[in-house]
Nanobody, 125 residues
Framework: QVQLVESGGGSVQTGGSLRLSCACSGRIRDFTFMAWFRQAPGKERQGVAA????????YYADSVKGRFTISQDNARNTLYLQMNSLKPEDTAMYYCASTYSTVIAWSRPKDYSSWGQGTQVTVSS
């Protein structure tokens, strides 16, 4: 069973930046897709961004387009999420996820088979 370990969360003010990392115990290119999700208290888990690990195609939620960037480092087997221009509504627990499936809805949590434990992001106004 692959292990995913997130890091990089923290507390920032509005307009600040954070970079989340997701270290994978296996090769990230063995997966077809990897993604970042977030979940705020009392809300459903939401897809933030995803990447097809083979061809590098990326997908973003409308709410983060132009502010967040997902990327992968194959040598380090690490997934990243660069978050700029953070807003209070970005406050949530952020999770890394992976799947071997080839046909998915990138923002649907049930399409992913492995999950990290999450890292908290708090943005204050």
């Amino acid at each position: 069973q692959v292990q995913l370990v997130e890091s990089g969360g923290g507390s920032v003010q509005t307009g600040g930046s954070l970079r989340l990392s997701c270290a994978c115990s296996g090769r990230i290119r063995d997966f077809t897709f990897m993604a970042w999700f977030r979940q705020a208290p009392g809300k459903e888990r939401q897809g933030v961004a995803a990447i097809h690990t083979g061809v590098g195609v990326t997908y973003y939620a409308d709410s983060v387009k132009g502010r967040f960037t997902i990327s992968q480092d194959n040598a380090r087997n690490t997934l990243y999420l660069q978050m700029n221009s953070l807003k209070p509504e970005d406050t949530a627990m952020y999770y890394c996820a992976s799947t071997y499936s080839t046909v998915i809805a990138w923002s649907r949590p049930k399409d992913y088979s492995s999950w990290g434990q999450g890292t908290q992001v708090t943005v204050s106004s």
